[in-house]
């Protein structure tokens, strides 16, 4: 079964902190993709990345950074230097090969960085 | 570009009434979905459209829930009768399709429905 657990329900830090947002998934499918959305209070669900289960490589975007451990089954995610603008709820998702259009999510972590 | 919108944001309403929520995707965007999220909980799909057909509506709870995409365009979800345990936030996304490549879905703010 398909499954995407975020363990940390909420985390708070104060500013310049670094942060990271676990992410645990579960599959069977050898080919998949994992994501990170951000929900800021505005609602919308703002795509943040996207990774193949082919592609171990670590990516870095400014203070953001994901950590692909296919061992672990994790897809844990960094914001360095955190920033009051960064709080928000973050969800981490799968999909598998065969049904790419499916997420599936986790219940999210809710940022919260203090001034 | 205007992103993926929905109607209206908040929906309060008594358990038996009929509540639509309406989701206009992004324009040229072929694919739209439909995730609930409850209070707490993952954001679960619902169901997903290519243009005016139903590709997959397994997530879908029952059959109060009825969901339409008139030409292909915008699409609305109907709950009759609405209980309880519909309150949520509907989200709706949108994608395109070009056979090969992958496209990211795209959510709107969504729909906090509160059935008392």
């Known amino acids: 079964a398909q499954k995407v657990t975020q363990a940390q329900t909420e985390i708070s830090v104060v500013e310049k902190e670094d942060v990271t947002l676990d992410c645990v998934y579960e599959?069977?499918?050898?080919?998949?993709?994992l994501f990170w959305y951000k929900q800021p209070p505005s609602g919308e669900l703002v795509f943040l990345i996207r990774?193949?289960?082919?592609?171990?490589q670590n990516e870095i975007s400014g203070r953001y950074s994901w950590n692909f451990q296919k061992s672990t089954s994790s897809f844990n995610f960094t914001i360095t230097a955190s920033q009051v603008v960064d709080s928000a709820v973050y969800f981490c998702?799968?999909?598998?090969?065969?049904?790419?259009?499916?997420?599936?999510f986790g219940t999210g972590t809710r940022l919260q960085v203090f001034p | 570009e205007a992103g993926v919108t929905q109607f209206p944001s908040h929906s309060v309403i008594e358990k038996g009434q009929t509540v639509t929520l309406r989701c206009d995707p992004i324009?040229?965007?072929?694919?739209l979905y439909w995730y609930r999220r409850v209070m707490g909980k993952e954001i679960k799909f619902l169901l997903h459209?290519?243009?005016?057909?139903?590709?997959?509506e397994s997530g879908m709870p029952n059959n109060r829930f009825l969901a339409e995409r008139t030409g292909g365009t915008y699409s609305t979800l109907k709950v009759q009768p609405a209980e309880l345990e519909d309150s949520g936030v509907y989200f709706c996304?949108?994608?395109?399709?070009?056979?090969?490549?992958?496209?990211?879905?795209?959510f709107g703010p969504g729909t906090r429905l509160t059935v008392t």
């Open positions: 996304a949108s994608s395109q399709t070009i056979p090969g490549l992958f496209y990211e879905q795209y």
């Open positions: 599959t069977r499918d050898t080919t998949y993709y």
């Open positions: 990774r193949n289960s082919f592609d171990e």
């Open positions: 998702a799968l999909s598998e090969a065969w049904n790419t259009d499916k997420l599936i």
């Open positions: 324009s040229g965007h072929d694919n």
């Open positions: 459209f290519v243009k005016e057909s139903k590709q997959d």
